[in-house]
């Protein structure tokens, strides 16, 4: 461990978010370290190398007025960490913790190293409890379950904010009072962005059970590496010190992994795709793979990151990966928006990989998975056959195909779009869904076991004549 | 500082350059710093070697203690090895939690195989027998499913002296002592300890004459793995890599299953680890985790473990396939790992070839794959066993013109392609069945047709040839739309939705449709083909392709999938008689209307 009441001035070179010291006696491999720059201003960064009496060293601040002659630096013998407590709900802090609001400095309970270390495969426990967004497009299609981590890919100028605020007001299971909460972390968003959300929160009353981490767009971009990860130290303590089930919004993580490029390229490390670095998978998994339950705990971190993708490109590196660590993605789709749907989520490229386990009999209910599967069916099928119209015209469809037409347009106008303000049940979403299957005869329903058709049409929810 | 002590130099995350240990060799483990973290000697120079460390780094700090071990990466093997799940250097994770709770702290050093715990072991030689590597000296009923055999460790050769009575030992206690001709004794114990950058060795390669069944019909059907085989299985994310390989470690005809989890999800480990247990193995009807090993390094573990708990999972494989087994060995996914070794290179310094990956990235994956196949193993007599390598691949952005797709594509024999346009239709298993292929075809041949039937070769060419014109006819259909086409290919398209539809898809997540034994995938395929054929000739003798689509039997067909296990060979058959009397009722209703072109003969 480093001596740390040593002040270097030994600093010989500055460049982008780096700081190169010399003549380093024995400094820790990512250990946290104070800069003076000369104008008196106090700036926080970390060790990114160190060895034979050099340290590079990565300021989060940036590292513009910092010079070579007077910029003193303190090594301070210890990796990063965050004060923790449940009195971190209700507060407004900056991108790295430190207060915002007119509050009181944080309490701690405890200090927590705000890399985390990794769950032992072996602790987790499935996540099996779905959560109700009241959504139709996420809980009838690809329902969200607690402990999981479901982004929202997005791009510029569509709804992901409104629909993130929506989730966050209505999400709840249902016929469980729970004990819940919300941390939100922001990169590198406007602050009308933030407002909204704050706002949101604020009519809601949610906010009191919020903590918000504030890093945005006029704010320094190299912090963006620590504002995920103190977040999820917060939420860690809230969901495994104080039992509750906590919802982590994470917004938005293209300007995340950009500050990360920021870094690598400075460190002139050979790039990967795009100029991303090569060890980004690995870096998003350190954030991602931070939601879950845990045998034995209460309370669990459900992850909801949301990210723009440059030019709408799913194959772009932050997308891509993101899809690589997550359990599946919901995709607000341009083409849905410009149909004027709202929210609009393209049932076709996104999905939820944890919801097989967590629906049916006594989660949701127990038409749930052919439902989901039979509808699924219909508007790939539809989708198909308006490509084919485009092209033929709608009089050389059959009567079974102009059936699947109606049906996509039907089930975008009712069963996906929906009021901002309309929060629906499982079972009002389900039951929309069997109210647009009754257009199809029963021998279309290849999707559904006869007696659930046979229990739908008791229920009179299936209608087909 | 002592002989075996050096100190560290520089770090940057996993890669730690030390000095200070002469003698220190390639791939020797080592301990770094004072917390002791494990590491592993990946370059020597002069006056300086680097390590990788398998754990997490921060804190470490130049000028802590480097002390060196003198021994390679290791796993140790024997009895209780089945049923384990272990982190990417062989630690178990149950003993990690309970020392460190549910996080994964530091420094934790724990054995793989449990010393305490003691085995039956009954004996198979007797005194005076001679024995050399490999040979079987005695077993022990490790689980339900299977009996580990105990065999003679490599460098142990002569005259069992004496063996030990049928009783319980520890893997560490000596249950046999030979004389080699030196007169030397060597004591045996259960456990043996081998170093994994090595293989294990055998004696010969033998054909690879048997498929690997996965119970998954397009696999079976179409690109069949052969026992001893080697297939890769890219594609996009959620394009079902996981769940292929999940239901291979399920359902696929081997004796044991390793089964890494590499830079992947917690969570899809926990789910091995609460659902398998709870499965029964077709076969014994024992949970099906009493044949499986599980190996963990997730995505957030640290980055060099990713590297080496490939190595880890194949020497355990080979151990298995040692004792005459035929052990399937998934890997989930070995993208993630050449990236493990994109990072390392990189923070070495050396010289990056195509997208950053080392200039050796195709020589270690063809050296990883070289670790499969079916062989007869070192022993005194005949023993074939096997290791079918099955790797999964997570190319960017879905794109397989990538350095780690190709790389394994020149060395794979079995391709199974994800198609992501299938997956965003959820057309599962979304395996594209024109673009991957199987080279074992030829080799399997004759297996198929004394197991299935003659007709076998033919179903399979039939179908694809179906599913290669289906797919001219779409792009056809997609300009002109479907009343262009004659009546005769539109029963072709409905030939290949059946197949696609009523055969092809199959859920992993359905309690009948999950397994499909081949025995079934036969019947109904023929079914299916059968139907065809008859619905290509009532065609050609007028009849519309819309008076065949009304047959009832079409519901029986698109039920085979669900047909219980113990009833399909009945069910079948019904299928098979409904539909031949449906199709001469058709024929002879609208040939005593005079509606037919030719007469009903
Ligand atoms: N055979 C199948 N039956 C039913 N569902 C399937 C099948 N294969 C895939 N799926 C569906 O696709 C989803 C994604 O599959 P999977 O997790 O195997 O993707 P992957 O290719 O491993 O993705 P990644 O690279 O991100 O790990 C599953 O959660 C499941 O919903
Ligand atoms: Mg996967």
New binding site residues.
């Given amino acids: 461990m480093s001596n740390t009441s040593i002040v270097y001035r030994s600093v010989s070179d500055v460049s982008g978010p780096l700081l190169i010291v010399e003549n380093t006696h024995d400094v820790s491999y990512n250990e946290v370290v104070k800069v003076r720059a000369p104008n008196g201003e106090l700036l926080t960064g970390t060790v990114l190398e160190t060895g034979r009496g050099r340290a590079i060293i990565q300021v989060f601040e940036g590292t513009s007025g910092l010079d070579a002659d007077i910029t003193a630096v303190r090594f301070t013998g210890e990796t990063m960490h965050l004060p923790v407590s449940t009195e971190i709900l209700g507060r407004v802090l900056d991108g790295a913790g430190n207060p915002l609001d007119k509050g009181p400095p944080l309490t701690a309970e405890d200090h927590w190293d705000i890399y985390g270390s990794p769950i032992n495969p072996y602790a987790r426990q499935y996540p099996r409890q779905p959560i109700q967004t009241g959504l139709s497009s996420i809980d009838g299609l690809n329902t969200l379950v607690r402990g999981q981590k479901l982004p929202i890919f997005s791009g510029s100028g569509l709804p992901h904010n409104r629909i993130a605020a929506q989730i966050v007001r209505q999400a709840k299971i249902p016929g469980e009072e729970s004990d819940f909460a919300i941390v939100f972390g922001a990169m590198g968003i406007t602050a009308t962005e933030a407002q909204y959300f704050m706002d949101s929160f604020e009519e809601t009353g949610a906010l009191e059970h919020t903590a918000l981490f504030l890093n945005l767009a006029n704010d320094p971009a190299i912090e963006r590496i620590i504002t995920p990860r103190a977040a999820l130290t917060a939420a860690e303590y809230l969901a495994y010190e104080s039992d509750l089930h906590v919802l982590v919004i994470l917004t938005d993580m293209t300007n995340y992994a950009e500050a990360l490029r920021e870094i690598s390229a400075a460190r002139s490390e050979i790039p990967g795709r795009r100029g991303y670095p090569g060890y980004l998978y690995t870096d998003l998994s350190l954030i991602y793979e931070r939601a879950g339950r845990i045998k034995g705990r209460k309370g669990t971190i459900t992850q909801m990151p949301i990210l723009s993708m440059p030019q709408d490109d799913m194959t772009h590196p932050i997308p891509d990966l993101t899809?690589?660590i997550t359990e599946?993605q919901i995709i607000v789709g341009r083409s849905v928006h410009r149909r004027g749907i709202y929210p609009p989520i393209d049932p076709g490229p996104s999905?939820s990989?944890l919801m097989?386990e967590g629906i049916g009999e006594g989660m949701t209910r127990f038409d749930h998975k052919e439902v989901q599967a039979q509808l699924y069916y219909g508007y790939s099928e539809g989708c198909d056959l308006r490509d084919l119209v485009a092209v033929v015209g709608a009089e050389a469809l059959t009567e079974r195909d102009q059936k699947y037409l109606k049906f996509a347009d039907r089930f975008e106008a009712e069963f996906i779009n929906q009021g901002e303000f309309e929060d629906r049940s499982f079972e009002q979403t389900l039951d929309i869904g069997w109210d647009l299957l009754s257009d199809f005869p029963e021998r279309e329903l290849k999707r559904c076991d006869p007696d659930t058709i046979s229990w739908a049409k008791n229920q009179n929810l299936y209608k087909s004549s | 500082m002592t002989e075996s002590t050096g100190r560290i130099e520089t770090i940057a995350g996993p890669v730690v350059k030390c000095s200070g240990l002469p003698s220190v060799r390639m791939y020797e483990v080592v301990r770094v710093g004072t917390q002791k973290l494990i590491g592993e000697v990946i370059e020597v120079s002069d006056k300086e070697f680097t390590a990788q460390v398998y754990e997490e780094t921060s804190g470490l700090a130049p000028g802590e203690p480097v002390i060196s071990t003198g021994d390679s990466l290791s796993v140790e093997l024997g009895p209780g090895l089945l049923g384990a799940i272990y982190d990417g250097i062989q630690r178990p994770l149950p003993e990690l939690r309970e020392m460190s709770g549910d996080f994964i702290s530091r420094g934790l050093n724990v054995d793989a195989l449990n010393k305490e715990k003691k085995w039956e072991f009954k004996p198979s030689v007797e005194v005076g027998a001679k024995v050399s590597p490999g040979d079987i000296i005695g077993k022990v009923p490790e689980t339900g499913i299977l009996t580990t055999m105990i065999m003679i460790p490599v460098g142990v050769q002569g005259e069992v002296v004496e063996i030990a009575s049928e009783d319980e030992y520890t893997v560490i206690e000596t249950i046999c002592k030979v004389k080699d001709s030196h007169g030397d004794i060597h004591d045996v114990i259960m456990m043996q300890r081998t170093p994994v950058r090595v293989g294990r060795g055998f004696k010969d390669r033998a054909p690879m004459d048997t498929p690997l069944l996965t119970g998954q019909r397009v696999i079976d059907t179409f690109m069949p793995q052969a026992k001893g085989g080697t297939g890769a299985i890219p594609?996009?994310?959620?394009?079902?890599?996981?769940?292929?390989l999940h239901?291979f470690a399920k359902w696929a005809d081997a004796q044991v299953v390793v089964y890494v989890g590499c830079g992947?999800?917690g969570n899809e480990m926990t789910e091995a680890l609460e659902e398998w247990p709870s499965l029964k193995d077709p076969k014994s009807g024992r949970p099906l985790m009493e044949r499986t090993v599980l190996i963990a390094n997730t995505s957030n573990m640290p980055v060099a473990a990713r590297e080496a708990s490939i190595y880890v999972a194949v020497t355990i494989a080979e151990y298995f396939r040692d004792q005459g087994f035929d052990v399937a060995l998934m890997a989930?996914?070995t993208s993630r790992w050449a990236e493990a070794l994109r990072e390392i290179s990189g923070r070495l310094g050396q010289l990056p070839s195509e997208e950053g990956y080392p200039a050796y990235l195709g020589s270690r994956l063809a050296q990883f794959y070289e670790r499969g196949g079916r062989v007869k193993t070192l022993a005194s007599d005949e023993r074939l066993g096997s290791i079918t390598i099955c790797g999964?691949v997570?190319p960017p952005g879905g794109d397989f013109s990538e350095p780690v797709t190709q790389a394994t594509l020149r060395i794979v024999k079995v391709f199974w392609a994800?198609d992501k346009d299938l997956?965003a239709r959820r057309f599962?298993?979304?395996i594209n069945t024109l673009t991957s292929y199987s080279l074992y075809h030829s080799t399997l041949k004759k297996w198929h047709i004394e197991n299935l039937g003659e007709d076998w070769p033919e179903l399979v060419k039939e179908s694809l040839a179906l599913l290669q014109k289906d797919q001219e006819l779409r792009e056809i259909v997609q300009l002109v739309g479907p009343d262009a086409l004659p009546e005769s290919e539109r029963a072709i398209l409905e030939a290949a939705r059946m197949i696609k539809e009523d055969f092809l898809t199959?859920?992993?997540?359905h309690e009948i449709d999950t397994y499909s034994p081949i025995g079934k995938t036969y019947r109904m395929l023929r079914v299916i083909i059968g139907f065809t054929q008859r619905m290509a000739a009532a065609v050609k003798m007028g009849v519309q392709v819309k008076r065949i689509l009304d047959l009832s039997v079409l519901d029986n067909i698109a039920r085979m999938k669900i047909t219980p296990l113990d009833t399909y060979e009945e069910q079948m058959d019904a299928v098979e008689k409904k539909m031949e009397r449906e199709f001469k009722s058709l024929l002879q209703e609208l040939s005593d209307s005079g509606l037919l072109s030719e007469p009903v003969v």
Avoid: H, I, M
């Fill in positions: 899809g690589y599946g999905l990989r097989k | 594609g996009g994310f959620g394009t079902g890599k996981t769940v292929t239901q992947e999800r989930d996914s999964a997570s994800l997956a599962f298993p979304a199959q859920s992993a997540l």
